[in-house]
């Protein structure tokens, strides 16, 4: 995928938006010092290279009663069915994040659940039911310290 060049205004509507994505654009408009029809440009020109993502909600799991977040290694027997085992995790509600990574596992995926048991029964029962699933390492997190989106001041014009 093609690098996106952007300027410091479109890095500065960004920072705004990855604070507050509900900022309205005439407000952004008057902290960078253009018209709110150039902000409308400007994010959607952002929009439609894939820059913007989409903006969503962010919910704190543990207020709503998921109460344990744990990492799992998962080890896939064929690697050829990676795409098909991603297929499966998809359809487990628990898993909010799933990666292909380098190392000792092939797929690296973060689940919410409501207590240890809900986690039990998401490994064995959800996770380790897709047959090409060899091994699995759940690794429990135990407070979750920050989490941020990519610094756009580091991102060269």
């Known amino acids: 995928m093609a690098k996106v060049n952007i300027d410091a205004i479109d ?4 920072q705004y938006l990855i604070k507050n994505a509900r900022m309205p654009f005439l407000e952004i408009a008057r902290e960078c010092g253009i018209s709110g029809a150039a902000i409308h440009q400007r994010v959607k020109k952002l929009d439609d290279a894939g820059v913007i993502l989409g903006s969503r909600l962010e919910v704190d799991p543990a207020m709503l009663g998921f109460d344990v977040c744990a990492i799992i290694g998962i080890k896939i027997s064929d690697p050829a069915m990676n ?11 628990e898993i909010v994040e ?3 990574i380098t190392g000792s596992y092939n797929i690296l995926a973060k689940v919410y659940c409501q207590n240890n048991e809900h986690l039990m029964h998401t490994i064995f029962e959800g996770v ?7 091994d699995t390492e759940t690794f429990i997190s135990l407070s979750q ?12 014009e």
Do not use: A
């Open 83 to 93: 795409f098909e085992t991603v297929k499966s995790l998809r359809e487990i509600p």
């Open 11 to 14: 890095r500065k509507i960004l």
């Open 98 to 100: 799933c990666h292909f």
């Open 145 to 156: 310290v920050f989490s941020r989106q990519v610094n756009v001041d580091n991102v060269s």
């Open 128 to 134: 380790l039911s897709i047959p090409w699933i060899s």
